[in-house]
T-cell receptor, first 115, second 115 residues
Framework: AQSVTQLGSHVSVSEGALVLLRCNYS??????LFWYVQYPNQGLQLLLK??????LVKGINGFEAEFKKSETSFHLTKPSAHMSDAAEYFC?????????????FGGGTRVLVKP | KAGVTQTPRYLIKTRGQQVTLSCSPI?????VSWYQQTPGQGLQFLFE???????NKGNFPGRFSGRQFSNSRSEMNVSTLELGDSALYLC??????????????FGEGSWLTVV
């Protein structure tokens, strides 16, 4: 079984400050890992994904995440927050063994950006 | 290129009724998945279809069912609605299976309120 834990259901950052969203996973097989963003009243948009190539993954909108197997983590960062980054962020895991598209999501972290 | 289209976007139903939600995937996509999103339980996987076959099913009661048609459009049905079924139902589509070379796109969801 796989699971994802996102530390902190709410994060508040100042505009221009570092954004750091934490994600830890549990998986009995090497995982695929994802970060999605959800803006109010919208669906999910893929920010980036890890599929066992480079451990540092760059995504859209200036976000990146680093896969650390020893820490079972896949934290999301952005060097400088922008007001438009205010949204909810979800970390997700899927199995490298199953051939399907089933994603297991974390509880989400809502980001508030202060001017 | 049109995205994943879900209809209806908003609906209100009464306890005991049934509801059918529709999802039109991105043109050419053969995989469709459904998720339920609630404040309490977060994002939970319902089921996944590929080429009209259910490949995966989440841990939901039998009141939740789905199907996929030959044109890849999908419907999900919830019978005997309960108050706890109030949620945002998200549909996702992708070209193939597995995250390698494959991106999962989400629709904006159908908001279901059960009263």
């Amino acid at each position: 079984a796989q699971s994802v834990t996102q530390l902190g259901s709410h994060v508040s950052v100042s505009e221009g400050a570092l954004v750091l969203l934490r994600c830890n996973y549990s998986s009995s097989v090497p995982p695929y890992l994802f970060w999605y963003v959800q803006y109010p009243n919208q669906g999910l948009q893929l920010l980036l994904k890890y599929t066992s190539a480079a451990t540092l993954v760059k995504g859209i909108n200036g976000f990146e995440a680093e896969f650390k197997k020893s820490e079972t983590s896949f934290h999301l960062t952005k060097p400088s927050a922008h007001m438009s980054d205010a949204a909810e962020y979800f970390c997700a895991v899927s199995s490298t063994k199953a051939a399907g598209n089933k994603l297991t999501f974390g509880g989400g972290t809502r980001v508030l950006v202060k001017p | 290129k049109a995205g994943v289209t879900q209809t209806p976007r908003y609906l209100i139903k009464t306890r005991g009724q049934q509801v059918t939600l529709s999802c039109s995937p991105i043109s050419g996509h053969r995989s469709v998945s459904w998720y339920q999103q609630t404040p309490g339980q977060g994002l939970q996987f319902l089921f996944e279809y590929f080429s009209e076959t259910q490949r995966n099913k989440g841990n939901f009661p039998g009141r939740f069912s789905g199907r996929q048609f030959s044109n890849s459009r999908s419907e999900m049905n919830v019978s005997t609605l309960e108050l706890g079924d109030s949620a945002l139902y998200l549909c996702a589509s992708s070209l193939g299976l597995g995250p390698l070379g494959n991106t999962i796109y989400f629709g904006e969801g159908s908001w279901l309120t059960v009263v």
